[in-house]
T-cell receptor, first 114, second 109 residues
Framework: NAGVTQTPKFQVLKTGQSMTLQCAQD?????MSWYRQDPGMGLRLIHY???????DQGEVPNGYNVSRSTTEDFPLRLLSAAPSQTSVYFC?????????????FGNGTRLTVT | GDSVTQMEGPVTLSEEAFLTINCTYT??????LFWYVQYPGEGLQLLLK?????DKGSNKGFEATYRKETTSFHLEKGSVQVSDSAVYFC????????FGAGTRLTVKP
């Protein structure tokens, strides 16, 4: 059982380039989310989805787009990368949007924007 | 809004020492509380959780009790091992999941 799979593991971009971070889960979870992890700041929520066709903004959505066309996939798009987006990105899913459900995390994508 | 504050690290202990990592929270309603652990190069893994006041979550020798009166969820372990070296995150879940800044623990043999 693969769980939550993120690709790529590492990426270097130049300022202004665009790219998509991929996330897939095979647990049939309704809820999926993207976080960024920065030193001393913990994890901050970028976007989330409570089901296919539904997305919403989190704490730090600016500069990122998401879509949820299937239950399994939740890609994160950077339209025009900036150095401030250098971070480690984690995709996470949970069974539903009930508060007691724990999140299952992927292993992260380390992004550097030069 | 909801927030989590946990003690700053890093924390360095000798093997078999007692561990406490403090965590307090601010929430408008009745959140569920979690501790996650992150090993190098990996994502976060659920360590334990508690869903209502006075609940005690426990796993792998770690414990934390949901204290509504003090809005706290402190993580404890009676005897740490070198393999417990990791970053620990306190989190609360109400509308979405909010995380503390993380506490890095290093256990020396």
């Amino acid at each position: 059982n693969a769980g939550v799979t993120q690709t790529p593991k590492f990426q270097v971009l130049k300022t202004g380039q665009s790219m998509t971070l991929q996330c897939a889960q095979d647990m049939n979870h309704e809820y999926m989310s993207w976080y960024r992890q920065d030193p001393g700041m913990g994890l901050r929520l970028i976007h989330y989805s409570v089901g296919a066709g539904i997305t919403d903004q989190g704490e730090v959505p600016n500069g990122y787009n998401v879509s949820r066309s299937t239950t399994e996939d939740f890609p994160l798009r950077l339209l025009s990368a900036a150095p401030s987006q250098t971070s480690v990105y984690f995709c996470a899913s949970r069974r539903d949007d009930r508060v007691a459900s724990p999140l299952h995390f992927g292993n992260g994508t380390r992004l550097t924007v030069t | 809004g909801d927030s989590v504050t946990q003690m700053e690290g890093p924390v360095t202990l000798s093997e078999e020492a007692f561990l406490t990592i403090n965590c307090t929270y601010t929430a408008t309603g009745y959140p569920s509380l979690f501790w996650y652990v992150q090993y190098p190069g990996e994502g976060l893994q659920l360590l334990l959780k508690a869903t209502k006041a006075d609940d005690k979550g426990s796993n792998k020798g770690f414990e934390a009790t949901y204290r509504k009166e003090t809005t706290s969820f402190h993580l404890e372990k009676g005897s740490v091992q070198v393999s417990d070296s990791a970053v620990y995150f306190c989190a609360l879940s109400e509308e979405d999941m909010r995380f503390g800044a993380g506490t890095r623990l290093t256990v020396k043999p």
